[in-house]
């Protein structure tokens, strides 16, 4: 059974910092995709990276790239979001998300990943 457990959000303000893990158990592939999406009130869930376990290659929204920093831990199966420079416009549920069928062309969409965390939520104050 596959499980992701995130971790680190919290209430940051304005232009401060702010790391995400997301620790997955039950899942050993090398081929699989896994990051994070995020959902703010009253918004759809959009991407925000994602990182392909086998060579490490990244991918990012352009609203979050030079900001933000997805990075995997083999040691610790996890995958970590690091977020500097951080704006209102931030603010959202952010989920970790996983799968290992996943095509290059489907990682922005959320309906294309099997595994999901409960969530951790991101306040950004002005």
């Known amino acids: 059974q596959v499980r992701l457990v995130e971790s680190g959000g919290g209430l940051v303000q304005a232009g401060g910092s702010l790391r995400l893990s997301c620790a997955a158990s039950g899942l050993t592939s090398r081929n699989r995709y896994m990051g994070w999406f995020r959902q703010a009130p009253g918004k759809e869930r959009e991407f925000v990276a994602v990182?392909?376990?086998?060579?490490?290659?990244?991918y990012y929204a352009d609203s979050v790239k030079g900001r933000f920093t997805i990075s995997r831990d083999n040691a610790r199966n996890s995958v970590d979001l690091q977020m500097n420079s951080l704006k209102p416009a931030d603010t959202a549920v952010y989920s970790c998300?996983?799968?290992?069928?996943?095509?290059?062309?489907?990682?922005?969409?959320?309906?294309?990943?099997?595994?999901w965390g409960q969530g951790t939520q991101v306040t950004v104050s002005s």
């Open positions: 990182v392909r376990w086998n060579g490490g290659h990244e």
């Open positions: 998300a996983a799968d290992s069928t996943l095509i290059l062309s489907s990682i922005r969409d959320p309906g294309a990943y099997d595994y």
